[in-house]
């Protein structure tokens, strides 16, 4: 509709401009080195609209022909961006195929192109670190880590190199500029924890344990249990003291019962200092949770049994807390043999014969074949049958 509008609104322009020439056409004179012209209003006007025009012409003629040359080159830097797209692509496949001798010949064919490319610097680092050549991919992260939009991936690969190498001092400190960077990355901050454990740092491993748990990153349950291993390192550190070892080594099993390493120390601790029964508790506990033979072991020594039947009825009490796991019977087999108990003896292991038996009781069956029926032919055939035991778990 408004086209139609416009329309009529120039008809009536023309119609009016027309008008008006006729009724007074008027004339243009010009005079130039004696040369006189008379030309019509209309006529000049249309003459001096043809030259305007030319000019224009003109104007787009030689910007046309001048500007064949830039033409050419954004064609050619156009080719040769698509060259290098194609040739980054090649390398990042060959890569993820882990065709390492076909990546390495599209790095050095990129290398011509995308020297300057944080993607080509973050794969080619990543390509000479997978084909054992740390020092030219060491030289590409140092490279990316100097762009201000991938400071983070040059960062990440240096401290990978710094850790494969053990320098954990540099480690720490690239850890702590990538820290700045990205305050809240699982990567970072577990690594720092890792590097801060490595140098002794208990106190800023702890600190960054419970920010992980913070953040997320961490269950509360496997922050304990991470703590609580942390707190048995610092314990059995050389330069700490003994009272402050006993202290750690009490939260450590508060934190984590099943930490057999801190629950044998803390115990085997107790002892030392004359506090048999809270020993005793303290593997009791654990035997619960992570029962093992070195614990059962040091709970018989902590007792201290009188004869080998006491040692059965200690190995009966602890195994009360737990008693129908693999670790209680294989204790209880181990004790009532040495107890010459045959018939209790039989029965432990004739339960763990019905479990996943451990490869430990064929052993004590033998023993057991020997001393009650001294019979050194089934004794032979129960070794055999623990020698092919592991080649059945296979």
Known sequence: MKWILYLFLL??????????????PGYIKIIWLGVEIQLSVVIGF??????FCGLALLKLTLSWLLGIPLRWISFFQRAQERKADHELLDLCTAFEAESFTSAIHSQKKASKHLAKNPFFLWFSGNLFEK???????????????????????????????ALHRGDSKLASILLEKAEELVPSSSWVLTHLKNVAIEQKNFTKAKDLILRLEDL???????????????LYLQAMHPKTSLSKKEELLKQSHGLDPSLSEATANFAQLLADQGHKREALHVIE???????TQSLGDLYLTIFTPKNDLDGYQAAS???????KSKESLLLLARTALKAHLWGEARAALSSLLKQDPPPEIYPLLATLELEENHNPKAAISWLEEGLQAPCKAT
């Open 11 to 24: 008809l009536i322009a023309f119609a009016s401009i027309g008008l008006w020439y006729l009724q007074d």
């Open 131 to 161: 084909t054992d050549n740390p020092l030219e991919a060491e030289k590409c992260f140092v490279e990316l880590s100097q762009l201000p939009s991938a400071s983070f991936l040059g960062l990440k690969g240096q401290i990978r190199a």
């Open 216 to 230: 997320g990153y961490l269950s509360s349950e496997i922050s304990k249990k991470k703590i609580a291993s942390l």
């Open 46 to 51: 249309l003459i001096l609209l043809v030259f």
């Open 317 to 323: 009490q602890l195994m009360r807390h737990n008693s």
């Open 285 to 291: 506990t654990t035997w619960v949770i992570a029962p």
